[in-house]
């Protein structure tokens, strides 16, 4: 499908388009193999939109008479998801889109958002590619304030001691999905700049400001992750060291238990040697006064323990 922006905007067809006026496309792969040549692009950026990308990864490519974009779009709500796969063919007059993955059946609704949002009115290429850039990153900042109140909560769930055992797993998947955010904003930022230098001239000077704006915002969006990335660092420090004080105090416990009840392996071995002459043996009350020995022994070492508040 393709647009124009005259005085409305038109739908056209490919051989209605006209190249003086600023036209914007959607197309998936096999559509963009069939009309490639129209427009004069390169078999090889057809190719490239074919061609299986690393999630991270963004290629640009300037030519003289477009610039390609291959642009892997993350969810920031499930940041560990399936992600998007767009291309892009920027000319003169010309933005193509081309729909080269949508696992969760989203990018055609990217783009009509897009287009919902776009007047006829001092409409520039610039702006509008800019456009389709920002609602790529439209909302994200409220999500990024959602994974901080997350942070937040499980740094009370730490303090409360209510962390379970599932709790380390929670802390990797999120530093996991930050750091994919991270790399989405990066190459957000790669192609923003890239496209402000203008090497090959299609966009007019003016309008390069769209450009710097955007990513200004990318910017920012990537030291919020990257706070949030440091928030989880200490996060996962605070959770060892609670761990660590756990066992400590275990421990402890354990030590003075076996510091209480020591003397008593004193008191067995003692009269478990087999001496003839021992006078407790033959004596009356000799088994209860090993007894009450022992109790007193033990007593007096807790609440001695208890006074130095080792306990």
């Not at 610039?126 to 790529?136: A, G, M, N, T, Y």
């Not at 929670?170 to 989405?184: A, F, H, I, Q, V």
């Amino acid at each position: 499908m393709f647009y124009q922006f005259d005085d409305d905007v038109v739908s056209v067809s490919t051989d209605e388009l006209n190249d003086n006026i600023l036209t914007i496309g959607y197309v998936n792969i096999q559509e963009l193999s069939d009309i490639y040549r129209r427009f004069d692009f390169f078999l090889q950026s057809v190719e490239k939109c074919k061609e299986k990308s690393s999630f991270f990864s963004s290629d640009i490519e300037v030519y003289d008479r477009y610039c390609f974009v291959k642009l892997n779009v993350v969810n920031v709500s499930d940041a560990d998801g399936l992600g998007n796969c767009f291309a892009l063919f920027i000319k003169k007059n010309l933005l193509l889109i081309v729909n080269v993955l949508d696992q969760c059946c989203s990018n055609r609704d990217i783009f009509m958002r897009v287009m919902s949002k776009i007047s006829c009115e001092n409409i520039t290429l610039e702006k509008l590619v800019c456009s389709f850039f920002e609602e790529l990153i439209s909302g994200d900042n409220k999500k990024l304030e959602g994974a901080e109140f997350e942070i937040n909560s499980l740094e009370e769930t730490v303090l409360k001691n209510k962390a379970d055992k599932n709790f380390n797993m929670k802390l990797l998947n999120m530093k996991k999905e930050l750091l994919t955010l991270r790399g989405y904003y990066e190459q957000l930022i790669d192609i923003s700049e890239a496209l402000r230098e203008n090497e090959n001239e299609i966009f007019e000077e003016q309008g390069l400001k769209a450009f710097h704006i955007f990513t200004d915002k990318a910017v920012r969006l990537k030291e919020n992750v990257d706070l949030l990335r440091d928030s989880v660092v200490h996060l996962w420090d605070a959770y060892q060291a609670y761990l660590n004080m756990r066992l400590n105090q275990s421990m402890k416990v354990f030590t003075l238990m076996t510091t209480i009840f020591f003397p008593l392996t004193v008191i067995v071995g003692w009269y478990g040697m087999n001496f003839e002459f021992m006078p407790e043996l033959h004596w009356r009350y000799g088994y209860l006064y090993v007894i009450v020995f022992s109790v007193l022994v033990v007593a007096v070492l807790y609440f001695w323990f208890k006074k130095k508040k080792w306990l």
